[in-house]
């Protein structure tokens, strides 16, 4: 059974073409599964704390893939690593500020008519940028019907509208 291995797997980084293949397809199965056990929130977030996760995966199950690291440990690091983002993200959930720390917080840019200058500049946001989100959600760069605008902790830009008379 091990010969069977071996020769399926290869070892090292000296593989061959169906060798990568059949790593590739273990590895997305895994990967699969990782993706699964650490939520949907890790690819539809797009937060700084969810790309680590994406970010860590990718590379260290790359070295998996073309052999420079073992894979049952690589694979383990891997398992690892998606637990204790899921265990992050439920801390978080539970704990305004853990989750403030680690992913951040949602700042005010524009409100009452005013830009927020310094939080524009704690953001390294600039009013280019604002007509950007504000173009983009409402398709003009009028701000007369813009109540706030907010930088999310994702880094999207957030257009709230003034409410009409008699809206509620």
Same mark, same amino acid.
Do not use: D, M, Q
């Given at each position: 059974m091990s010969e069977f291995i071996f020769h399926a797997f290869g070892e090292g980084e000296q593989l061959n073409w169906y060798q990568m293949l059949n790593r590739a397809v273990v590895l997305f199965v895994i990967c699969i599964a990782l993706i699964r056990i650490s939520g949907r929130r890790s690819f539809g977030m797009k937060s700084a704390f969810d790309n680590v996760i994406v970010i860590l995966l990718g590379s260290t199950l790359a070295r998996t893939l073309?052999? =420079?690291?073992?894979? +049952?440990?690589?694979? $383990?690091?891997?398992?690892?690593?998606?637990?204790?983002?899921?265990?992050? =993200?439920?801390?978080? +959930?539970?704990?305004? $500020?853990?989750?403030?720390?680690?992913?951040?917080?949602?700042?005010?840019v524009f409100k009452d008519g005013k830009f927020d200058e310094e939080n524009m500049r704690r953001s390294l946001i600039s009013r280019r940028d604002i007509n950007v989100g504000l173009r983009d959600k409402l398709n003009t760069d009028d701000l007369s019907e813009v109540e706030q605008i907010i930088l999310e902790r994702n880094g999207e830009i957030t257009v709230l509208r003034k409410k009409k008379a008699g809206q509620s």
């Open positions: 073309v052999g =420079a690291s073992p894979f +049952v440990p690589t694979v $383990a690091a891997c398992l690892g690593l998606v637990v204790l983002h899921r265990l992050f =993200a439920w801390i978080g +959930v539970h704990s305004h $500020a853990f989750g403030k720390l680690i992913k951040g917080e949602a700042i005010c």
